[in-house]
């Protein structure tokens, strides 16, 4: 394990961001965090992180980021975003720049988050980014690790689901809500970040990496209900109003749009299974958070349910 590298982080405060540069920083890893809002990566700073204004969309911040870093965590997005940060701008062009700037840096290693299923031929254009900035990635030059987890708890089982429940007494689902989905931790996601970061020689090239369950909308929904001793109250907006409302919102709010259609499409339209979380846990010696046990932890986290 390099403890000796410094390493910049590019999405340091997003749900896998943060995580890693924790780990990274309690094996005494010099870190750079970089943020479009440094103001709010006070708790990063507090870790010890140098915490430095960046935007994937500023070639010039990119430039003076990399200079002096050796190694390169790469775990921003523009999935939801628009205008000056659409997806791509962020997501293509930004990372373009990201690799160049690490690449004349002189950066000895290059991690990438990419995310499950992605491909060339994926109905969303946000996976096609994802395969072409994989491809970039590998005809680099750099050393490089390339992570493709699948959903991560903190947003698709929490924030997009029982957090409604939690909060407002309600879930509100788009489409039908049973398309079986694979989920993972992203603070788990951390983890193989940082062995990608630090393990000598390179532990793999390309990692699929997923939780153990496969569940749907609705079952994430009666899971929360179960544990907060609630009914499991659930809205579902048509798939069709959600297409709809998608071709509405592209000229105004792509990324919104994206979400609108990704989640309107039907159940088979790509597949979000992962066979492989028995597998990763013997290899790499580790515990993967299992859904029931994250919700319970949400539940506990928000407190007596308000009343409605
Ligand atoms: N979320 C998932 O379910 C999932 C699943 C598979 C793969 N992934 C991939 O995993 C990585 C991390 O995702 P996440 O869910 O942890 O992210 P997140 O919580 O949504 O946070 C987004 C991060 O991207 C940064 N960012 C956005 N636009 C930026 C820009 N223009 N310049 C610099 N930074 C920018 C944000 O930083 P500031 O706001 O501080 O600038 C923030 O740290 C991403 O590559 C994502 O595509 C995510």
New binding site residues.
Partial sequence: MKTDARILV????????RPAVKLLRERGVVVRA????PE??ADLAALGAEVVA????DTASLQRACQGATRVLA?????L?RGR?RSEA?DDA?HRALIAAARDAGVERFVY?S??GTGADHPIDFFRTKAAIEAAVRASGMPFAILR????ME??VHNFNGKGLLEKGKVQLIGPGTKPRNFIA?SDVAAFAVRALLDEPLPFATLDIGGHEHLSGLDVARLYAQAAGVEARVAHLPAAVARALAVLARPVHPGMARVMRLLSLPDDAFDESFDGAAALEARFGLRLKRVPEFVREQVVLAGPPPAH
């Fill in positions: 590019v999405g340091a405060t997003g749900v896998l961001g970089l943020s479009r809002h709010r990566a960046g935007d994937l969309t775990c921003a997005h523009g999935l975003g940060w962020v930004g988050t995310a499950l987890p699948s959903a991560f947003h698709h992203g």
